[in-house]
């Protein structure tokens, strides 16, 4: 079992940029595929961004390719996501995720969220 806990989000104009982290409990982080999911007012979760327990492989959805960066440093625990360019359709409670497999339909573990609200 992984325990997560987000951090960084916070009010920003669209174009501006944030930097959101994820620190992971327990000895197994570098075992899980990792992602970031949103979910916006009326709308449900979906996770935005994969990454590969190693670190070696990415996947984007379509709204944030090109301008999200996902990335993980097993040796801290901890995985980031850059968002770069924002626009207020980002606006959402991000969470971090970890999972079994890289390309479940949904993630087995989640931590609390944290807001990005993006003004336009």
């Known amino acids: 079992q992984v325990q997560l806990g987000e951090s960084g989000g916070g009010l920003v104009q669209a174009g501006d940029s944030l930097r959101l982290s994820c620190a992971a409990s327990?000895?197994?982080?570098?075992?899980?595929?990792m992602g970031w999911g949103r979910q916006a007012p009326g709308k449900e979760r979906e996770l935005v961004a994969r990454?590969?327990?190693?670190?070696?492989?990415?996947s984007y959805a379509d709204s944030v390719k090109g301008r999200f960066t996902i990335s993980r440093d097993n040796a801290k625990n901890t995985m980031y996501l850059q968002m770069n360019n924002l626009k207020p359709e980002d606006t959402a409670v991000y969470y971090c995720?970890?999972?079994?497999?890289?390309?479940?339909?949904?993630?087995?573990?989640w931590g609390q969220g944290t807001q990005v609200t993006v003004s336009s």
């Open positions: 990454i590969s327990s190693s670190g070696g492989l990415k």
């Open positions: 995720a970890a999972g079994s497999s890289m390309f479940a339909s949904m993630y087995d573990y």
């Open positions: 327990g000895r197994t982080f570098s075992s899980y595929a």
